[in-house]
């Protein structure tokens, strides 16, 4: 089930270590607390988890803003992989998005991501474009990619 971590602060004080751990084990240049907490008290910020006997499997950051969502940090715990929760939460945004008019959701991911390139293109993204040398560890260009929501009804990501 998804929730979000975002309706009460202690919410997000009972899960932060588990998700630092998450984002660690994840990513070359992780989030600190201080970015998520942030995020947290940024109004048009969302952080979202799916959650399991007390144990947060994933998690999904993200602004909704205008007629757009702007996904900023996506990820599913190692052990937790590959059985369709990344999915899940992407669906879940998308299907928030529809419901509230939103017209375009986008993100940057690494090119040599393979895994999450893969989940965007199944759900309908498009490459829109380049951002040089966007990550700072390596110098790595982002791929830009854009799903349009717009004229999409409520269920269409359920297919995915």
């Known amino acids: 089930m998804t929730y979000s971590l975002k309706k009460a602060w202690p919410d997000f004080l009972s899960f932060k270590d588990q998700i ?28 979202w988890a799916i959650i399991l006997e007390k144990r947060l499997l994933a998690y999904i950051c993200f602004w909704m ?10 990820a599913v715990h190692a052990q937790n992989r590959n059985m369709g929760l990344g999915k899940n ?7 928030a998005g ?27 993204f498009i490459e829109a474009g380049h951002r040089k040398a966007y990550y700072s560890d390596n110098r790595e260009d982002a791929v830009i990619m854009v799903l349009n929501l717009a004229g999409k009804k409520l269920g269409e990501a359920s297919n995915y």
């Open 89 to 95: 939460l992407l669906r879940n945004v998308i299907e």
């Open 20 to 47: 630092l751990e998450i984002e660690n084990s994840s990513f070359p240049v992780p989030w600190s607390a201080k970015a998520f907490e942030e995020e947290i008290n940024n109004s048009i910020s969302n952080l």
């Open 65 to 74: 803003f205008d007629k757009e969502i702007h996904i900023l940090n996506f």
């Open 98 to 124: 529809a419901a509230d008019g939103i017209e375009n959701l986008w993100l940057e991911v690494r090119p040599s991501n393979i895994p999450a390139l893969s989940i965007y293109k199944k759900f309908g």
